[in-house]
């Protein structure tokens, strides 16, 4: 949120999309975890899709603060993905997103506190909004994502988030009734690729 408030969203989604790099490296040194050649492929075509996608927009300024923090926030994710999964190895995943979402709603509490953000009073729409903002994509999403950990190499997994771009954007046609250009149809189906490699890889695997 930081980088998105200091650069353009198209700078800070491309930047942002270098996660699995790290994620992939992580996982070789720290679990051992072998990369297999496909990865590299499917990571290739994922990123290009996702550079297709933010094609039009990287023209617009950006500043080297936001894409640095852009930088540091991938690192992060990674780093998590690292440490969750390590975590997992000793956790239910019950027990694992049970302790994160507490600590995280502690912390969200303690936020608000000082910053003195009202937490009430929102209208029905906006609260069932939130509500399904909660339990879709971080609840179960994140709870799915936590259950994978232990059942698939880290490499694929950090990877296949890289079909969301390319998702939101299809949402935003059926929902939001945006228009979808040539650019984003060759995006959608690069990522859409990328990910159907890693399934195949781990099919195999099995």
Do not use: D
């Amino acid at each position: 949120m930081l980088a998105a408030h200091h650069t353009s969203i198209a700078h800070m989604v491309v930047i942002y999309a270098t996660n699995p790099i790290y994620a992939i490296w992580g996982a070789y040194t720290f679990f051992n975890e072998p990369i297999a050649k496909r990865v590299y492929l499917a990571y290739l075509a994922a990123f290009l899709g996702i550079l297709i996608l933010m094609y039009e927009r990287l023209a617009q300024g950006f500043s080297l603060f936001g894409n640095m923090m852009a930088l540091f926030s991938a690192v992060l994710h990674a780093g998590y993905f690292l440490s969750a999964k390590k975590a997992r190895q000793f956790q239910s995943n019950i027990s694992f997103s049970v302790a994160l979402y507490l600590v995280s709603a502690c912390g969200f509490y303690l936020l608000t506190y000082f910053e003195q953000t009202q937490l009430v009073n929102l209208s029905l729409r906006a609260s069932i909004a939130v509500g399904l903002l909660i339990l879709l994509p971080t609840l179960l999403g994140h709870f799915l994502m936590t259950y994978l950990m232990n059942t698939m190499a880290l490499s694929k997994l950090s990877f296949s988030k890289l079909i969301e771009p390319g998702l939101s954007t299809l949402f935003a046609y059926f929902i939001l009734s945006e228009q979808i250009s040539s650019y984003i149809v060759i995006a959608f189906t690069l990522t859409s690729v990328a990910v159907a490699l890693g399934i195949m890889e781990s099919k195999t695997n099995k």
